[in-house]
């Protein structure tokens, strides 16, 4: 009896802790999330603890990638005031700190809609990237992704990090990985993951960083379910 009662509780557990999103419906990811965020075309699996995203789900789709582009002036960062105060990071909170403000869900996958543009600009959906990172080889990552949609007509995606380097300012936790999964129409899912670094080089090949999942989810310490 005992021991299906601690089986029981287990799975409760495991049942508590899946993140589901509408964009990956045939998915459940085992993963702790302190507050889940549902916006206008993304989820967020928001850490308290560590003050940032733990991962982002969202979709893209060639329709909308084939809009016009919207400039990026006159977007800021803000706060996410569906986060209590105490949990929330702020947009100062990287200032002079050698970190870029890294997008989860990139600007230029939503740059077709001024309101999607705002709330990828929420520091919910942010975290500490080195410059060398973000500029580079995470800029080229998320093209390829967006390549990707226009060529299958759609695609799914994961973005997310995990363990850490320290802080930065108001104890928000600063990745020691990046790694982004993409989920293909009838193929098989794409994934990289990336330390959070400054050693990147233009010359670098995104055939360096692919990976596997079952290696995202060694590393991170996350398990992605398909149902």
């Known amino acids: 009896m005992l021991k299906k009662l601690l089986i029981a509780s287990i799975f409760a557990a495991s049942i508590l802790s899946a993140f589901q999103s509408k964009y990956l419906p045939n998915y459940n990811i085992d993963v702790k999330c302190d507050k889940v965020l549902h916006k206008t075309k993304m989820d967020i699996c928001y850490s308290y603890k560590k003050k940032e995203p733990l991962m982002v789900i969202y979709s893209a789709n060639k329709l909308d990638l084939t809009k016009p582009k919207l400039k990026r002036k006159g977007l800021t960062f803000r706060p996410d005031y569906q986060i209590k105060t105490k949990y ?4 100062k ?24 543009q705002k709330e990828t600009f ?79 080089s233009k010359k670098d090949k995104l055939k360096s960083y692919l990976t596997s999942i079952a ?9 992605i379910n398909k149902k």
């Open 88 to 91: 929330r990071s702020y947009a």
């Open 122 to 200: 929420l520091m919910s959906n942010i975290s500490p990237q080195k410059p060398k990172l973000n500029r580079g080889m995470w800029g080229k990552i998320e093209r390829f992704t967006r390549l990707q949609a226009i060529k299958y007509g759609y695609v799914n995606i994961i973005t997310g990090s995990c363990q850490t380097l320290g802080h930065i300012k108001n104890g928000v936790n600063i990745p020691k990985y990046f790694y982004k999964i993409i989920f293909r129409p009838k193929e098989e899912p794409i994934a990289f993951l990336l330390k959070n670094t400054n050693n990147y």
């Open 215 to 223: 290696t995202v989810e060694k590393t991170c310490g996350i398990r």
């Open 93 to 116: 909170n990287y200032s002079h700190t050698g970190y870029d403000r890294g997008h989860n869900a990139p600007n230029a996958m939503f740059n077709y809609d001024k309101k999607l």
